[in-house]
C-alpha cells in the first residue's frame, strides 16, 4: 500500500487532500501543528489506514513517496514555511507545494518537488482570507483578500485532481472550465461583482514552465455556497 503525508492535515487544502487519499487506498499520515488534533480529524481518524501525528513527534516515514504540504492559507505561510527547516523528509519522496495562484510567497524547493497552484477555492471550512467567507461571516471585506475572480473551483474538485495528477512531472495550475462562476457566488450571496472589481488587478503568478490543468467543475455553485453556509453556522468558523 503506497504512503502519503499531509501537512497541516487540518487545514483546508490539506484536510480534503487527505481524504481524497484515504479515499483512493492510500495511507496516509496526517501531521498537525498540534499535539492532539482538532475535531475535524474525527470525520476520518476511524479510518484504519489514517494516522495523526503531531508536528513535534513527526519523525518522517522512509516509505513515504509523496508529501503535500498545505500553503494555501496566507496568513499561516510563515508559521508552516518556517517549521519545514526541521520537517523530516524522505530524499525518495515527491514534495507538493499547495499555493494560491495570487500567492506573493516562493518557497525554497527541491528538484524532487511540485508546484500546485489553485485559483479561489470555496467550501466548507475556507479560510477567511477569501471573500465568501468574509460575507458569510458577516465581516467588513479587507484589502488582504487573496481571491482570483476569474477561476472558482469547488474544494472536492480541486482534492480529486491534486492526487490524480501526484505522480505527473513538472508543476501545474488549476483552472475552471467556466466563465464567471465567481461573479456567480457573488451574486447568490446578495454582493455586487463591481464592487470588487479592483480584486481584477492582484499579481497573478504566471510562468512558462507551469502547465495549465482546467477542471470542469461537478459542483452546482448554489449547492457549494449552501454547504459553505450551513458549515460556517453549525460549526461557528
Same mark, same amino acid.
Given at each position: =500500500?503506497?504512503?502519503?503525508?499531509v501537512?497541516?492535515?487540518?487545514?483546508?487544502?490539506?484536510?480534503?487532500?487527505?481524504?481524497?487519499?484515504?479515499?483512493? @487506498?492510500?495511507?496516509?499520515?496526517?501531521? @498537525?501543528?498540534?499535539?492532539?488534533?482538532?475535531?475535524?480529524? !474525527?470525520?476520518?481518524g476511524r479510518?484504519?489506514?489514517?494516522?495523526?501525528?503531531?508536528?513535534?513527534?513527526?519523525?518522517?516515514?522512509?516509505?513515504?513517496r509523496?508529501i503535500?504540504? #498545505?500553503?494555501?492559507?496566507h496568513?499561516?505561510?510563515?508559521?508552516?514555511?518556517? /517549521?519545514?527547516?526541521?520537517?523530516p523528509?524522505?530524499?525518495?519522496? &515527491?514534495v507538493?507545494?499547495?499555493?494560491?495562484? *495570487?500567492?506573493?510567497?516562493?518557497?525554497?524547493?527541491?528538484?524532487? /518537488?511540485?508546484?500546485? !497552484?489553485?485559483?479561489t477555492v470555496?467550501?466548507?471550512?475556507?479560510?477567511?482570507?477569501?471573500?465568501?467567507? /468574509?460575507?458569510?461571516?458577516?465581516?467588513?471585506?479587507?484589502?488582504? !483578500?487573496?481571491? #482570483?475572480? #476569474?477561476?472558482?473551483?469547488?474544494?472536492?474538485?480541486?482534492?480529486?485532481?491534486?492526487?490524480?495528477? =501526484?505522480?505527473?512531472?513538472?508543476?501545474?495550475?488549476?483552472?475552471?472550465?467556466?466563465?464567471?462562476?465567481?461573479?456567480?457566488?457573488?451574486? &447568490?450571496?446578495?454582493?455586487?461583482?463591481?464592487?470588487?472589481? /479592483?480584486?481584477?488587478k492582484r499579481?497573478?503568478?504566471?510562468?512558462?514552465?507551469? *502547465?495549465?490543468l482546467?477542471?470542469t467543475?461537478?459542483? #452546482? &455553485?448554489?449547492?457549494g455556497?449552501?454547504?459553505?453556509?450551513?458549515?460556517?453556522? *453549525?460549526d461557528?468558523?
Open positions: =500500500m503506497s504512503l502519503a503525508v501537512y497541516p492535515v487540518c487545514s483546508f487544502i490539506g484536510f480534503a487532500v487527505c481524504k481524497e487519499l484515504l479515499e483512493n @487506498g492510500y495511507e496516509t499520515v496526517g501531521v @498537525g501543528l498540534g499535539i492532539e488534533p482538532s475535531d475535524r480529524w !474525527l470525520e476520518i479510518n484504519a489506514n489514517a494516522r495523526y501525528v503531531g508536528l513535534e513527534e513527526f519523525t518522517g516515514e522512509e516509505e513515504c509523496h503535500f504540504i #498545505d500553503l494555501y492559507r496568513r499561516d505561510f510563515d508559521i508552516i514555511t518556517n /517549521s519545514l527547516k526541521e520537517f523528509i524522505n530524499k525518495q519522496a &515527491i507538493h507545494y499547495i499555493l494560491p495562484i *495570487t500567492s506573493p510567497h516562493s518557497v525554497c524547493r527541491s528538484e524532487q /518537488s511540485q508546484l500546485i !497552484l489553485l485559483p470555496y467550501g466548507p471550512y475556507q479560510p477567511e482570507e477569501f471573500l465568501y467567507q /468574509s460575507i458569510i461571516r458577516g465581516n467588513e471585506p479587507t484589502p488582504n !483578500l487573496i481571491d #482570483d475572480p #476569474d477561476n472558482l473551483l469547488y474544494i472536492d474538485d480541486v482534492a480529486t485532481h491534486i492526487v490524480q495528477s =501526484m505522480n505527473k512531472r513538472g508543476d501545474f495550475s488549476m483552472i475552471s472550465t467556466e466563465k464567471q462562476e465567481w461573479e456567480k457566488g457573488l451574486e &447568490i450571496l446578495d454582493r455586487s461583482p463591481l464592487r470588487f472589481s /479592483s480584486l481584477n499579481h497573478i503568478c504566471q510562468n512558462a514552465c507551469i *502547465t495549465t482546467p477542471i467543475p461537478t459542483m #452546482d &455553485i448554489q449547492e455556497l449552501n454547504k459553505q453556509i450551513q458549515t460556517a453556522e *453549525t461557528g468558523i
